[in-house]
């Protein structure tokens, strides 16, 4: 059964820093891109983070310089480390794996495509 697992959301306030994990089981994850998507009340489905599964790792405008997407040696664990967080980061965040290219976003989250986690709730207080 395939499975991603998301972990690590917290309430914080701004400037603090957050890491989110995400387990995959159930499949090889070389197979496919992986990525962080999040929504926030009233906004669109954002894809914030993707880590192609060669290693190339790309990030949305607002985040660059400030998220950081990586994956263990063993690659059945995604990370997304957060800092200088600001309270428009504040959302429900998803680990997704599926076939490259992760689309930029969508409505809802989850999206109709690929594997998603059931998401972990990021609060950011200014």
């Known amino acids: 059964e395939v499975q991603l697992v998301e972990s690590g959301g917290d309430s914080v306030q701004a400037g603090g820093s957050l890491t989110l994990s995400c387990l995959a089981a159930g499949f090889s994850t070389d197979d496919f891109d992986m990525g962080w998507y999040r929504q926030a009340p009233g906004n669109e489905c954002e894809l914030v983070a993707t880590l192609s599964s060669d290693g190339i790792a790309q990030y949305a405008e607002s985040v660059k310089g400030r998220f950081t997407i990586s994956q263990a040696y063993a690659k059945n664990m995604l990370y997304l480390y957060m800092n200088n967080l600001k309270p428009e980061d504040t959302g429900v965040y998803f680990c997704?794996?599926?076939?490259?290219?992760?689309?930029?976003?969508?409505?809802?989250?989850?999206?109709?495509?690929?594997?998603w986690g059931q998401g972990t709730q990021v609060t950011v207080s200014s």
């Open positions: 997704v794996a599926d076939q490259p290219p992760l689309v930029t976003g969508g409505n809802y989250c989850p999206l109709s495509f690929g594997y």
